[in-house]
């Protein structure tokens, strides 16, 4: 069960519930662990689907593979990525959904992640984030969850129309090395998207 936070009630005491939430206790198949990373000074705010088991792991969000291509994409090295406090990691869902099982000798990826997460706790987290100048959203799953009816067909579509969401939000594929074939069918991507993203980037994080 949440609690409800007026806004003034400040960051610390939304991300000391949501630490706290055991709501999916029993329907994972390991003990939820909340990870979330968000400051009062945020103003650019990466909302995934949800950690990876490697995440679940280290209690950081995107110290994995995809961490690595995500922060080329941002133009930002690791240290920067978690030392300057006007960057925020907050996925749609906050514990590592389970991976599904192997099939056909392939590896099988993670379980979607929960609606129940993202309803339980979305609303407060961003009230308590006022400053956040640009969200990035990361993956089918979060862009669906933000843009409601606004989201396209399919997550490329979502992707290529990243103009319509400009300048307060802007959808990336999930940096994941299971979309490296999609990047090469859609080099469009990495030609205008990241170097847009880079800017914004530099300008949010500038002294």
Same mark, same amino acid.
């Given at each position: ?24 206790? =029993? ?33 950081? !969000?995107?110290?994995? !593979? ?38 056909? =000798? ?96 530099? =300008?949010?994080?500038? !002294?």
């Amino acid at each position: 069960m949440t609690t409800s936070h007026d806004p003034a009630d400040g960051l610390d005491a939304v991300l000391a519930d949501i630490r706290a939430c055991r709501a999916c206790l =029993g329907q994972l198949p390991h003990t939820p662990r909340p990870v979330v990373r968000v400051f009062p000074g945020t103003r650019l705010l990466i909302c995934g689907q949800a950690p990876g088991r490697r995440v679940h792991e280290s209690g950081l !969000p995107f110290t994995d !593979p995809s961490g690595d291509r995500l922060r080329q994409w941002l133009g930002v090295d690791y240290e920067t990525f978690y030392a300057d406090q006007r960057l925020g990691v907050a996925a749609q869902a906050f514990c590592y959904p389970g991976t599904a099982p192997h099939k056909n =000798g392939r590896s099988g990826g993670d379980y979607p992640p929960p609606r129940r997460c993202a309803e339980l706790w979305r609303p407060q987290l961003l009230a308590a984030l006022p400053d956040v100048e640009l969200t990035l959203l990361v993956g089918g799953y979060a862009q669906v969850w933000a843009l409601r009816d606004q989201a396209k067909v399919n997550m490329t579509g979502t992707v290529r129309a990243w103009r319509e969401y400009a300048p307060s939000i802007l959808p990336l594929p999930h940096p994941s090395w299971r979309n490296t074939a999609w990047l090469r069918r859609n080099p469009w991507f990495e030609a205008e998207i990241v170097p847009y993203l880079r800017e914004r980037v530099q =300008g949010i994080l500038a !002294p």
